[in-house]
């Protein structure tokens, strides 16, 4: 029977394997949010801090991945505001480097207005 399939934002068993130099080892697969196949590799002394710092980085990994919620939880409006906001921060980001932003600022605030609901 194959597999059940890793979903987004989740990953597989944590192996820990003893390496030839006498460390430890463990090479993790994991979906990211948009469902690409990743995979984390950690190498420690010992086998408990392969386990602690793999724990470690999948904790912050998994906060990037889950900040804006469940998708099933979103709105149109919300999700549309989230845009909005990214955009300005990238024209903000590309102004600080001297950079030609390829959107004009006031072109999206105008469909920024078109999201709001009175």
């Known amino acids: 029977m ?6 987004p934002g989740t990953h597989g068993a944590v ?10 080892y463990a090479r993790v ?14 190498r420690e002394k010992t086998k408990g801090a392969v ?3 793999f724990n470690e ?6 906060e990037r991945m889950h900040t804006t919620g469940s ?4 709105t149109i ?3 549309f505001l989230g845009w909005a906001e990214y ?18 600022p006031h072109t999206h605030h105008q469909y920024k207005a078109l999201g709001m609901t009175p």
């Open 2 to 7: 194959p597999r059940q399939p890793l979903r």
């Open 15 to 24: 192996n820990v394997k003893q390496d030839s130099d006498g460390g430890y």
């Open 29 to 42: 697969l994991y979906r990211d949010a948009r469902g690409n196949r990743r995979e984390m590799l950690v």
């Open 51 to 53: 386990r602690r710092v």
């Open 57 to 62: 980085k999948w904790h912050e990994l998994s």
């Open 71 to 74: 998708l099933e939880d979103v």
């Open 77 to 79: 409006e919300q999700l």
């Open 87 to 104: 955009e300005d921060q990238k024209i903000q980001s590309m102004r600080d480097r001297d950079m030609q932003p390829h959107i004009e």
